[in-house]
Nanobody
């Protein structure tokens, strides 16, 4: 099983980034996919989640209206479009795939830094 995040970087406040999480080794279409983040000194938090088959989405209140999660089952990839970025969005962003307690996988993370 592999989950590989990409697309992080340094961006100015108000800017945009698109994160990608390319996956392999499991039946992607059956899994709930999500993005989480962890800022220095803070606990990891859920940012956005997208269900399998139908793609119902849910977002943390802090990112609603600014971030959009999407998935491409043919490419076994999940995305996070982040607009109007703020300094408080600075964190390491992690991709997660979950089917059950015993089917829970994480990527290695990608750094997002929002600073002028």
């Amino acid at each position: 099983v592999q989950l590989v995040e990409s697309g992080g970087g340094l961006v100015q406040p108000g800017g945009s980034l698109r994160l990608s999480c390319a996956t392999s080794g499991f039946t992607f279409s059956s899994y709930q996919m999500s993005w989480h983040r962890q800022a220095p000194g803070k606990e990891r938090e859920l940012v956005a989640v997208i269900a399998s088959a139908g793609g119902v989405t849910n977002y943390a209140d802090s990112v609603k209206g600014r971030f959009t999660i999407s998935r491409d089952d043919a490419k076994t990839t999940v995305y996070l479009q982040m607009n109007d970025l703020r300094p408080e969005d600075t964190a390491v962003y992690y991709c997660n795939a979950r089917l059950a307690v015993a089917r829970d996988y994480w990527g290695q993370g990608t750094q997002v830094t929002v600073s002028s």
